[in-house]
């Protein structure tokens, strides 16, 4: 109903044959997007559980209930 453009009714852009891409295709497409969404949330997944690590990790270091190892600088600065 209406115009969508000047000149171009709703039944003009109707009459337009569009052919749906095959199956395939659509299966492929549509196997992207759920991929393409689930990858935010697995990465908000992993940032808490890392956040979670370093709590933890920051809370046994600073109580003393574990030490550094001395090999630890050399793999730092082997890494650089």
């Known amino acids: 109903m209406g115009q969508t453009v000047r000149r171009i009714n709703v039944k003009d852009i109707q009459s337009i044959p569009v052919d749906p891409p095959p199956l395939e295709l659509q299966i ?8 393409a969404l689930e990858t935010p949330m697995r990465c908000r997944e992993v940032l808490s559980r890392l956040r979670n ?28």
């Not at 492929?28 to 991929?35: D, F, K, P, T």
């Not at 920051?58 to 793999?75: C, K, M, N, R, V």
Request: a negative charge; hydrophobic letters at 45%.
């Open 28 to 35: 492929l497409n549509a196997a992207g997007m759920e991929s």
């Open 53 to 80: 690590l370093r709590a933890n990790l920051l809370t046994a270091l600073l109580s003393g209930e574990h030490e550094i190892p001395q090999s630890y600088d050399e793999l730092v600065e082997d890494a650089a």
